[in-house]
């Protein structure tokens, strides 16, 4: 977390030395996570009051709030609540206002009709006239000065502006002469030149809107800077600490897959392989994150990775989020690198005592070439004979701890990171900001984009004659419901899976319908899925458990039922069950009114497009950076997104900058390592005589 550059003494001083501040407002201060002055000097303000210069009433009205200077033209009264509300009419040359004075009719003696006063306030058209409820009166006199740039300041329950205020200016003046420099003076000049005694400055007592931009900026550059920094020495001190031991290519592998396969990678998949590949060659561990939209070949890509490390004689492990979908991976491995002869194993929880014994030994012997498993993978007795490479698919379902704990099965192996979930460029340089980043952009050839549908809860009738249609001609769909059973949520608020289950059951009669959410085992849910996806049910009810792992190219017809409920990363998930095989598939998603603004953003996001990274780049814009989409708390537990002053969805391009810099930084490092000696001895021979 950033920290200004102060003595401890200073930082942590208690805010009750400050003007005004009391334990009572002590305490109310740290409503709002302020407990040191080094907090108070860091709560920026929110927004700023131009108080510099008057501005005539009309245009105080378009720009919605301004400092006008009027006069008063006489008093009103109207009734309220048992009570009568005054108003006061004001005008200047271009306009009359009404101020409306809910609850302040003592206003009356402050502004008497006649008198000339100046006014600040937030103006609105209402009922034909221009009002303001919200509202500063004082008298008029010539030779007091405008207040100028005034800063408005998050607050809390009995804790006003000028309080706020008041204490922010005695710890500017306790903390500023002894305030040091955060930055490297290089560095600074790409952050406009500004101290940082000079950016709080500016943010809290500005002269002009510009300059309290400009502090903003470089407080933000620098919190910034300081992050990427962090990361950047990480990395350095990985690559410098481990030296990965690469052995001379023992077998040609890549090819005779390559060879194998019945069509040719995209330029995307080629790229990214290629890319993976020069990593595989360095002698530090590779930390690449792959990611790109579902269906888009990043398994395939994982799979060629693995021939590239096995090829250095190590082996590899994979690790997924569900049995089911190591099944799958499993079955993929299998088929694909079989013309190799690549051995695949699979590691599960649940397998037989003399298997899992068997299995352990051929891990231990380097048997087994390509491991695949879920969270037993990290299990005490699974031990690698000299594993090369860790590839984690779905690696928002695995926090950071259990993803150190693979890696450290082998001699600090390389890590190859999946994402289906395309994370934004912004949220991506911030959590994975000490890893190379590869993206698979576009689609093979030949997949169609899922049609998707809206439609109003009470129209489910018109859904159902579809889906019906749909199972007739031999296709399959989900049906994708918020809640498990009842008594979930506000009574009679959620639909459930259970009861949808035994309803659908009778309306999609005669075909075969399946149920299959967390609270089941995990052997029954794979047990069911595998009925799914064998043909056996014809329409599978569920939770969200179906958004990750599943593929059934036959299933063409996606049902969600209260879209609104779910966010738009798993919403597009689900969509990307379905389009898997030759034939169009559809989403339809059915909301119930009344919707939220965030939810109908939503909905009309993903109705409008089916691009990934599009809906993640909007869901940031909707939702805010929070966790990553679907994230384990193993990105909270790392400090990731933990700013105090940058917003990632706002401060892009200082992050940008921020990135630059550190880089630059480090280069000049390592060209002055270079020129320097190693230690005990000199830079010239003396020349012999």
């Given amino acids: 977390m950033y920290s200004l550059p102060l003595g401890d003494s200073l930082r942590n001083r208690a805010l009750t030395t400050l003007p005004g501040i009391g334990r009572s407002r002590a305490e109310r201060l740290q409503r709002l996570g302020i407990t040191t002055l080094e907090d108070l000097?860091?709560?920026?303000?929110?927004?700023?009051q131009d108080r510099s210069r008057f501005s005539p009433l009309t245009e105080a009205l378009r720009k919605g709030e301004g400092l006008v200077l009027v006069r008063v033209l006489k008093h009103e009264y109207f009734p309220f609540r048992?009570?009568?509300?005054?108003?006061?009419?004001?005008?200047?040359?271009?306009?009359?206002?009404a101020l409306v004075c809910f609850g302040r009719n003592f206003l009356a003696d402050l502004a008497p009709p006649g008198a000339e006063v100046r006014l600040w306030g937030n103006f609105a058209l209402r009922r034909g006239e221009i009002q303001?409820?919200?509202?500063?009166?004082?008298?008029?006199?010539?030779?007091?000065?405008?207040?100028?740039?005034?800063?408005?300041?998050?607050?809390?329950?009995?804790?006003?502006?000028?309080?706020?205020?008041?204490?922010?200016?005695?710890?500017?003046?306790?903390?500023?002469?002894?305030?040091?420099?955060?930055?490297?003076?290089?560095?600074?000049?790409?952050?406009?030149?500004?101290?940082?005694a000079a950016a709080l400055q500016a943010v809290h007592r500005p002269r002009t809107l510009e300059e309290a931009r400009q502090g903003q900026d470089r407080l933000i550059f620098g919190e910034l800077f300081l992050f990427q920094k962090e990361l950047a020495l990480e990395t350095l001190a990985r690559r410098r600490a481990r030296q990965v031991r690469r052995g001379t290519p023992e077998r040609t592998l890549t090819e005779p897959v390559l060879e194998g396969l019945p069509y040719r990678l995209t330029p995307d998949q080629a790229r990214v392989l290629e890319e993976i590949r020069q990593d595989l060659r360095r002698p530090w561990p590779m930390a690449r994150l792959l990611q790109g939209d579902v269906g888009c070949g990043k398994t395939l890509v994982a799979l060629l990775a693995a021939c590239a490390a096995l090829e250095q004689g190590r082996q590899v492990a994979l690790m997924v989020p569900t049995e089911l979908l190591a099944r799958q991976h499993e079955k993929t491995a299998r088929a694909l690198l079989a013309p190799a002869g690549i051995t695949v194993r699979l590691v599960l929880g649940g397998l037989a005592k003399a298997e899992k014994e068997a299995l352990t030994e051929d891990l231990a012997r380097g048997e087994v070439d390509l491991a695949v498993g879920t969270h037993a993978l990290l299990s005490e007795t699974c031990t690698f004979s000299s594993l090369g490479l860790v590839i984690i698919d779905e690696q928002h379902r695995f926090g950071v701890r259990q993803r150190e704990l693979l890696a450290r099965r082998g001699d600090h192996p390389d890590l190859l990171m999946m994402s289906a979930t395309p994370i934004p460029r912004s949220l991506a340089l911030t959590a994975f900001g000490d890893m190379e980043i590869s993206t698979i952009h576009h689609l093979p050839p030949g997949r169609s984009p899922v049609v998707t549908h809206l439609a109003r809860i009470g129209n489910e009738e018109r859904v159902y004659r579809f889906l019906r249609r749909q199972l007739d001609a031999g296709h399959q769909a989900y049906l994708v419901y918020p809640a498990i059973g009842e008594g979930e949520g506000e009574p009679?608020?959620?639909?459930?899976?259970?009861?949808?289950?035994?309803?659908?059951?009778?309306?999609?009669?005669p075909h075969r319908v399946g149920l299959v959410?967390?609270?089941?085992s995990e052997e029954e849910r794979t047990t069911r899925m595998e009925h799914f996806a064998s043909g056996e049910l014809a329409a599978l009810v569920a939770t969200s458990v179906v958004e990750v792992g599943v593929d059934v190219p036959n299933a063409t017809v996606m049902v969600i039922e209260q879209a609104e409920r779910f966010g738009l990363a798993s919403l597009h998930q689900l969509r990307g069950r379905v389009g898997r095989g030759p034939a169009r598939s559809y989403c339809i998603l059915v909301y119930q009114e009344p919707l939220t603004e965030e939810a109908r953003q939503r909905l009309k996001v993903l109705y409008t497009s089916t691009d990934g990274f599009v809906i993640a780049e909007e869901d940031l814009r909707i939702r805010g950076p929070g966790d990553l989409p679907g994230e384990s708390p193993g990105l909270h537990q790392s400090g990731f997104l933990a700013f105090r002053l940058a917003d990632i969805r706002r401060d892009m391009a200082i992050m940008t900058r921020?990135?630059?810099?550190?880089?630059?930084?480090?280069?000049?490092?390592?060209?002055?390592?270079?020129?320097?000696?190693?230690?005990?001895?000199?830079?010239?021979?003396k020349e012999t005589p």
């Fill in 41 to 48: 000097l860091l709560h920026l303000p929110r927004s700023y």
């Fill in 82 to 97: 048992r009570e009568r509300v005054l108003k006061i009419i004001v005008h200047d040359e271009t306009s009359a206002a």
């Fill in 132 to 196: 303001s409820s919200s509202f500063e009166i004082e008298p008029h006199h010539h030779d007091r000065p405008l207040a100028g740039i005034i800063p408005v300041y998050p607050l809390t329950e009995g804790i006003s502006q000028t309080v706020l205020r008041r204490a922010l200016a005695g710890a500017l003046t306790q903390t500023l002469p002894e305030l040091g420099e955060d930055l490297p003076d290089r560095v600074r000049q790409r952050a406009r030149g500004m101290t940082c």
């Fill in 492 to 509: 009679g608020t959620l639909r459930n899976a259970t009861a949808m289950e035994a309803r659908l059951a009778r309306e999609l009669a």
């Fill in 517 to 520: 959410h967390s609270r089941l």
């Fill in 658 to 685: 921020a990135r630059q810099a550190v880089r630059e930084e480090l280069e000049k490092l390592q060209e002055l390592e270079e020129k320097l000696p190693p230690a005990g001895e000199t830079r010239h021979k």
